[in-house]
């Protein structure tokens, strides 16, 4: 993953782990902390909600989503230049 902090990733990997067992809506901050090993503070430091965490996660995928179409089809880099700095 791009540019996050160890305290992103880890929180990031405990939400995406509860999701397997438990229902998104029923999932609490302090599960994901705890699960993470850190405090609702660090929690707060770096996201208003959970909803900030998968908003994360999305971002990350396209990152990599994005740099994998450039690494197999040089000839698109252009092409998404144009599309995603216009």
């Not at 990031?12 to 599960?31: H, W």
């Amino acid at each position: 993953m791009n540019n996050i902090t160890k305290s992103e990733k880890w929180i990031l990997e405990a939400l995406l782990k509860i999701m397997t067992t438990k229902p998104y809506d029923k999932i609490k901050i302090k599960e994901i902390v705890s699960l993470a090993d850190l405090n609702t503070r660090t929690f707060y430091r770096h996201f208003k909600t959970k909803d900030d965490v998968l908003k994360l996660y999305g971002r990350q995928l396209s990152i990599e989503l994005s740099n994998k179409i450039l690494e197999k089809s040089p000839c698109f880099k252009q092409s998404f230049w144009i599309i995603f700095n216009f």
